[in-house]
């Protein structure tokens, strides 16, 4: 069992920057690939950004690629998504993941999910 639980949401203007955190407690953290998800209202849920168990494999959304960054640190068991340039578009409840494989851009690779934190951006 992973429990994950995301940190870092709030109100930002748009151009503005926050930064999320999943910290994870339970089985251990290194063996997995996590992820940063994303949902709207009315919206399913889409990929953002997904990070492989060593750190060194990182993968992106088009809509993100160039403003965020997702990084992790094995030994404080929490993974980051560092948001910059943030855009009235980006406002959602976003949720990181726990992914037993490589890392995915599929919601369906992912075995465990934090509670969500909500991030909104004012225009």
């Known amino acids: 069992q992973v429990r994950l639980v995301e940190s870092g949401g709030g109100l930002v203007q748009a151009g503005g920057s926050l930064r999320l955190s999943c910290a994870a407690s339970?089985?251990?953290?290194?063996?997995?690939?996590m992820g940063w998800f994303r949902q709207a209202p009315g919206k399913e849920r889409e990929f953002v950004a997904a990070?492989?168990?060593?750190?060194?494999?990182?993968y992106y959304a088009d809509s993100v690629k160039g403003r965020f960054t997702i990084s992790r640190d094995n030994a404080k068991n929490t993974v980051y998504l560092q948001m910059n340039s943030l855009k009235a578009e980006d406002t959602a409840v976003y949720y990181c993941g726990a992914d037993p494989g490589r890392g995915s851009a599929y919601a369906s690779a992912y075995e465990y999910w934090g509670q969500g934190t909500q991030v909104t951006v004012s225009s």
């Open positions: 990070i492989n168990w060593t750190g060194r494999s990182t």
């Open positions: 339970g089985r251990i953290f290194g063996n997995y690939a």
